[in-house]
Structures are given as C-alpha cells and as structure tokens.
Nanobody
C-alpha cells in the first residue's frame, strides 16, 4: 500500500515561515497530482495548493505567500509557507491523487494523517 508521511509543522509567530514536507512511499508506479489541504477548527477541509501535470494551483488566501514544489524522483511534495498569519492555523494534510500503484487497479487517492501548524504570538 501507500503511506504518506508529513513533517515540518509547528508553532510560529505571525510573519514567520515554515516548510512542510510529505513523502509518499510504497509500491508507487506514478503520481498525477500532489498537494496540500488544511482544516481549521470548526471549518471544512480546504485546498491550499496542488501541483501536477506541469501546473500548480493555489488558494487565493495563500497566493504570493506559499509555494509548492515537488521531487518526482522521491515522490515528495513540499510547501514553503512565508508571511504566516494567525488565520493560517490549521491541520495541514498531504494528498496524492491519480496514483498508479502496483497490484491495485485504477487511479488511487491517498491522504496523510496531518501536521499541525499554529501561528500565534
């Protein structure tokens, strides 16, 4: 099966930076899209950024502050978060979409367990 391991969350002051990483492991043949979503207390999970097929997509709220990148050779996705605001506080989840996995039919979608990001003074 496929496992997603996230790292890099933590507590940071407003205006600070954090870098999240997510490594996908398992019998992966290929991955279509990798991305990050977040869920704040009492709110629905929302898209933060995705990358795939040569394109990237960002939520309006993070454009110009966050940057997503990907290492295809290592099936790893990163999220550089700058100029963090208290409203960025949430659990951040890694997502892998349209993955082809050895021994599994069809295109699969996987989620990480989440990493907490807290922006507070």
């Amino acid at each position: 099966q496929v496992r997603l391991v996230e790292s890099g969350g933590g507590l940071v002051q407003p205006g600070g930076s954090l870098r999240l990483s997510c490594a996908a492991s398992g019998s992966i043949f290929s991955i279509g899209t990798m991305g990050w979503y977040r869920q704040a207390p009492g709110k629905q999970r929302e898209l933060v950024a995705t990358t795939g097929s040569g394109s990237t997509d960002y939520a309006d709220s993070v454009k110009g502050r966050f940057a997503i990148s990907r290492d295809n050779a290592k099936n790893t996705v990163f999220l550089q978060m700058n100029s963090l605001k208290p409203e960025d506080t949430a659990v951040y989840y890694c997502n892998v979409d349209r993955a082809v996995v050895h021994g599994v039919s069809g295109l699969r979608n996987y989620w990480g367990q989440g990493t907490q990001v807290t922006v507070s003074s």
